[in-house]
């Protein structure tokens, strides 16, 4: 039987969003369909703090949810709105890196690309599923995360890559990594760390030591 816990705030802005948004919705049907629907839901109201203060007709209207759905997520907003802020995540290391990328690896069996938005004193801000294959990020994907950035007002990125199998190349690891912190950078934010995550091993492809704001080792 699927877990109906109402997910806070705090764990939506720390990508609890998706997947908890489709674990809330689950009524027994395809995970990957669910995925999707959390995914559809949330772009339609602009993200977690849209889909918190949506009112039942916003919901209903975005067309993904059926009724008994929108009276769901009511309830969870009102509930939510009584809990006290949960503490975010802090990645002011790499090995504060490893040990939460350790958790977040726990059941993940499939490739995925994922971007931790980081605000001021390195406290998680927001975390975005960038892809879920194991291709190269292709621009219109960079753009989406150079656009989030903006609009969460993010100091710093750390990219994160979930491999299912086979070797992929450092050197085209490391000249994605290259092209996607030129993007940053040309808006004034840092790619702090790229990771790939191969089994339970967990490499850095690229960082940057001489920022005051990276995780250093």
């Known amino acids: 039987m699927a877990d109906r816990s109402p997910p806070w705030p705090a764990q939506f802005e720390a990508d609890g969003a998706t997947r908890s948004l489709a674990q809330l919705l689950a009524g027994g049907g395809d995970p990957t369909a669910q995925l ?29 949810l059926e009724a008994h759905e929108v009276a769901l997520l009511t309830a969870v907003q009102r509930v939510a709105g009584a809990q006290p802020p949960v503490e975010r995540p802090t990645i002011h290391s790499f090995g504060a890196l490893q040990r939460f990328l350790r958790t977040e690896m726990a059941g993940a069996g499939r490739a995925e690309t994922r971007a931790l938005l980081l605000e001021e004193r390195h406290r998680l801000k927001a975390e975005l599923i960038l892809a879920r294959t194991d291709d190269p990020l292709r621009n219109d994907q960079l753009r989406d995360l150079v656009r989030s950035c903006l609009e969460r007002r993010a100091c710093g990125v750390i990219i994160a890559r979930w491999v299912a199998g086979g070797h992929p190349s450092v050197l085209k690891l490391t000249r994605e990594a290259n092209v996607a912190a030129r993007s940053l950078e040309m808006l004034g934010m840092l790619l702090l760390d790229y990771v790939l995550i191969e089994a339970s091993e967990i490499r850095r492809i690229r960082w940057c030591p001489s920022s005051a704001g990276t995780p250093q080792a």
């Open 36 to 64: 999707t629907r959390a995914e559809a839901l949330l772009s339609a109201l602009g993200g977690p703090g849209g889909l918190l203060k949506a009112s039942p007709e916003q919901l209903a209207a975005t067309g993904v």
